[in-house]
């Protein structure tokens, strides 16, 4: 199983460009959520998708623009990137079901490694 | 709001000892989960165990025991007899029980460096 695909894994962007990070999930899981990590803070939520159709801002949502194309994939837009958005972005996804034994656990990508010059 | 705090920056262990991560949470929330996730030098993370806040029983899964304390809102995590390739960040979490769009809530995370 492949579970959580990212892309791309590593990119650099010039002030001002815009780029779009794109997740895709084979576990058939209801949610989907875009994080950045940076040092010492742990992970930060930016939007999530709680289920196919919705979306929402998450802790740290400005600059930033999401897209749940259907079950499978959420994709996350930088329209104008910032120095500050440097980071390390995680997709991951979750099923809904809380009574299952997994439900509700958090499944994470690789992770994208992000530098705006 | 959550609020999830790894007081341990950085731990740094010889190979064969024993090392606990700390982890306090706060949330009025009585119903909740409990994670801990590994992110390895090549920067996965990588799903440990989840503790639902209803189960206190502590666990153990090999080298690794987690031991969970309502009363003291910890849910600590220790590594026995380390091993080179637990070096690693270690990140607890929180998340409340819901049936969609669970959102994790992370601490900052404590760096375990085991020397052999």
């Known amino acids: 199983n492949a579970g959580v695909t990212q892309t791309p894994k590593f990119q650099v962007l010039k002030t001002g460009q815009s780029m779009t990070l794109q997740c895709a999930q084979d576990?058939?899981?209801?949610?989907m959520y875009w994080y950045r990590q940076d040092p010492g803070m742990g992970l930060r939520l930016i939007y999530y998708?709680?289920?196919?159709?919705?979306?929402d801002k998450g802790e740290v949502p400005n600059g930033y623009n999401v897209s749940r194309l259907n079950k499978r994939e959420f994709s996350l837009r930088l329209e104008s990137a910032a120095p500050s958005q440097t980071s390390v972005y995680f997709c991951?996804?979750?099923?809904?079901?809380?009574?299952?034994?997994?439900?509700?656990?958090?499944?994470f990508g690789e992770g994208s490694w992000l530098t705006v010059v | 709001a959550q609020k999830v705090t790894q007081a341990q920056t950085e731990i740094s262990v010889v190979e064969k000892e024993d090392v606990t991560l700390d982890c306090v949470y706060e949330?009025?929330?009585?119903?909740?989960?409990l994670f801990w996730y590994k992110q390895p030098p090549s920067g996965e993370l990588v799903f440990l165990i989840r503790?639902?806040?209803?189960?206190?029983q502590n666990e153990i899964s090999g080298r690794y025991s987690w031991n969970f304390q309502k009363s003291t809102s910890s849910f600590n995590f220790t590594i026995t007899a380390s091993q080179v390739v637990d070096s690693a960040v270690y990140f607890c979490?929180?998340?409340?029980?819901?049936?969609?769009?669970?959102?994790?809530?992370f601490g900052g995370g404590t760096r375990v460096l085991v020397k052999p």
């Open positions: 991951a996804s979750s099923d809904g079901e809380v009574w299952e034994p997994s439900g509700n656990t958090i499944y």
């Open positions: 576990m058939n899981h209801n949610s």
């Open positions: 998708s709680a289920s196919e159709g919705t979306t």
């Open positions: 949330t009025r929330d009585t119903t909740y989960y």
């Open positions: 503790r639902n806040s209803f189960d206190e």
């Open positions: 979490a929180l998340s409340l029980i819901k049936a969609a769009g669970n959102k994790l809530t």
